[in-house]
């Protein structure tokens, strides 16, 4: 079975400009967070995915958003690009979420650099 | 807010020796806990979890007891490899159904021959 997939791997952007990324689960996966993963703050949770809604979200600026399609792939977008966004973004997948009796299985991140 | 403390390193050890990496976690209600392990290059993989107090989890020699009493997660392991080598985080989610992982910083091992 193929494992989380990330698209694309590297991205270099200039501030002010916007940027998709984004994640295709495991099949059968309807559950996609994701986290920004920084030398400084470490692994955060920006948001989570199930069945197109939004269920869950951290505490990030309105300038991240994301989206869930009806096949479960999920795209995140960040506008008016800062510095500080410079980060590894990445996407966990799981089959429904629950973190007590499911697991989620992350790709391997997309590591966005922002001049 | 819920928070995860954990040792950050950078930890060198050589092959064969006993390995520590302290956890401990500041939350409301009943916490599910993880170890996740992040290789070079690649994403995060879950190593083991405990859901309940006193469970203990296990995978690939790796263990951590969930002690509610001390609220800590440490993970340990008896004789550590070069393939051992890599960050590992420490992290919880709340009871009820959230779906998010609070993580702790994130320790890198290092395992020299």
């Known amino acids: 079975k193929a494992g989380v997939t990330q698209t694309p791997r590297y991205l270099i952007k200039t501030r002010g400009q916007q940027v998709t990324l984004s994640c295709s689960p495991i099949s059968g996966h309807r559950s996609v967070s994701w986290y920004q993963q920084t030398p400084g703050q470490g692994l955060q949770f920006l948001f989570e995915?199930?069945?197109?809604?939004?269920?869950n979200k951290g505490n990030f600026p309105g300038r991240f958003s994301g989206r869930q399609f009806s096949n479960s792939r999920s795209e995140m977008n960040v506008s008016t690009l800062e510095l500080g966004d410079s980060a590894l973004y990445l996407c966990?997948?799981?089959?429904?979420?629950?973190?007590?009796?499911?697991?989620?299985?992350f790709g391997p991140g997309t590591r966005l650099t922002v001049l | 807010g819920n928070s995860v403390t954990q040792m950050e390193g950078p930890v060198t050890l050589s092959e064969e020796a006993f390995l520590t990496i302290n956890c401990t976690y500041t939350?409301?209600?009943?916490?599910?806990l993880f170890w996740y392990v992040q290789y070079p290059g690649e994403g995060l993989q879950l190593l083991l979890k405990?859901?309940?107090?006193?469970d203990k989890g296990s995978n690939k020699g790796f263990e951590a007891t969930y002690r509610k009493e001390t609220t800590s997660f440490h993970l340990e392991k008896g004789s550590v490899q070069v393939s051992d080598s890599a960050v590992y985080f420490c992290a919880l989610s709340d009871q009820g159904g959230s779906e998010k992982l609070v993580f702790g910083k994130g320790m890198k091992l290092t395992v020299n021959p």
């Open positions: 939350a409301t209600g009943y916490p599910s």
């Open positions: 966990a997948s799981s089959v429904s979420g629950g973190l007590l009796t499911d697991t989620q299985y």
């Open positions: 995915y199930f069945s197109e809604t939004q269920r």
């Open positions: 405990a859901t309940k107090a006193d």
